[in-house]
């Protein structure tokens, strides 16, 4: 898996997926994840995605196969946020379309807003505009984790996350995944988690933009998004009919195709 260096010692994983006809040009895709995931939370994403773009997953600082985070790392929202643009450097891109689940969709939406020069499209997967209302929730998921372990952690919390109607063989994976997300790097994250809000920010995002939710998202009731979205010039919500607030993981074939046909129409 390829690698760079975003600052000494820290290095940065990703994933490119090509699946396009070399002789035609193709946009990219930028697909970033959410919380104690990687870029292989959108794998269900490349088949529907990757004939027509390059797609691109990175692994978040800390994450997946990038360098793990030490418990006192000085986690800023904003060092994410150039982390992307970094990548946009690293791969020579002058604009990508960019898909962003739960906080990657937060990540996203500051990108596009702060950098808009990058941003072909953008779509919100059960992304939050703020994550304020997490601060009821870190501090015992922080106290799990360093008593119980990461694993435990996500299957505990994975009802609220996937929803009810989710396998339990795809929970059973997603467990695993997650799970490998090293505990050092969920303490300092999850500290961090609660101050992130770029609701201030989504009226200047410029490109055309898709945001999915479903009905009964714990990251936000649907009015809530739609109060937010609507800032969005232009933009358009699709609701989904499900508990669960990653939507991307519970209902990924639907949503995969809701993205493909929005990029791509």
Same mark, same amino acid.
Do not use: C
């Given at each position: 898996?390829?690698?760079?260096?975003?600052?000494?010692?820290?290095?940065?994983?990703?994933?490119?997926?090509?699946?396009?006809?070399?002789?035609?040009?193709?946009?990219?895709?930028?697909?970033?994840?959410?919380?104690?995931?990687?870029?292989?939370?959108?794998?269900?994403?490349?088949?529907?995605?990757?004939?027509?773009?390059?797609?691109?997953?990175?692994?978040?600082?800390?994450?997946?196969?990038?360098?793990?985070?030490?418990?006192?790392?000085?986690?800023?929202?904003?060092?994410?946020?150039?982390?992307?643009?970094?990548?946009?450097?690293?791969?020579?891109?002058?604009?990508?379309?960019?898909?962003?689940?739960?906080?990657?969709?937060?990540?996203?939406?500051?990108?596009?807003?702060?950098?808009?020069?990058?941003?072909?499209?953008?779509?919100?997967?059960?992304?939050? !505009?703020?994550? $304020?209302? /997490?601060? *009821? =929730? &870190?501090? %015992?998921?922080?106290?799990?984790?360093?008593?119980?372990? +990461? @694993?435990?952690?996500?299957?505990?919390?994975?009802?609220?996350?996937?929803?009810?109607?989710?396998?339990?063989?795809?929970? !059973?994976?997603? $467990?695993? /995944?997650? *799970? =490998? &997300?090293? %505990?050092?790097?969920?303490?300092?994250?999850?500290?961090? +988690? @609660?101050?992130?809000?770029?609701?201030?920010?989504?009226?200047?995002?410029?490109?055309?933009?898709?945001?999915?939710?479903?009905?009964?998202?714990?990251?936000?009731?649907?009015?809530?998004?739609?109060?937010?979205?609507?800032?969005?010039?232009?933009?358009?919500?699709?609701?989904?009919?499900?508990?669960?607030?990653?939507?991307?993981?519970?209902?990924?074939?639907?949503?995969?195709?809701?993205?493909?046909?929005?990029?791509?129409?």
């Amino acid at each position: 898996m390829p690698h760079f260096e975003v600052s000494p010692g820290i290095r940065l994983a990703y994933t490119v997926d090509d699946f396009t006809d070399p002789w035609l040009p193709a946009p990219t895709v930028l697909l970033l994840h959410g919380l104690a995931e990687s870029g292989e939370a959108f794998r269900a994403f490349v088949p529907a995605l990757a004939r027509q773009a390059r797609v691109v997953r990175l692994d978040l600082r800390g994450y997946g196969e990038s360098t793990p985070m030490p418990a006192d790392h000085e986690w800023r929202f904003d060092r994410l946020i150039a982390d992307v643009v970094a990548l946009f450097g690293h791969l020579g891109l002058a604009r990508a379309h960019v898909v962003g689940g739960k906080i990657g969709g937060t990540i996203a939406m500051a990108l596009a807003a702060r950098h808009p020069a990058l941003v072909d499209r953008l779509a919100v997967l059960g992304g939050p !505009a703020s994550l $304020t209302n /997490m601060s *009821g =929730r &870190t501090p %015992a998921w922080r106290a799990q984790i360093a008593a119980e372990g +990461v @694993p435990a952690w996500v299957a505990a919390s994975n009802a609220g996350r996937m929803g009810t109607r989710m396998p339990e063989a795809a929970l !059973a994976w997603w $467990t695993q /995944m997650m *799970g =490998r &997300t090293a %505990a050092s790097t969920l303490e300092g994250f999850l500290r961090m +988690v @609660p101050s992130v809000d770029v609701t201030a920010e989504v009226g200047r995002i410029r490109a055309p933009t898709l945001v999915v939710t479903t009905t009964g998202s714990g990251l936000g009731s649907v009015a809530e998004v739609r109060a937010w979205q609507e800032r969005i010039a232009g933009s358009r919500l699709v609701v989904m009919e499900n508990d669960s607030y990653h939507v991307a993981a519970s209902d990924p074939d639907a949503t995969a195709a809701l993205v493909k046909d929005f990029l791509f129409d």
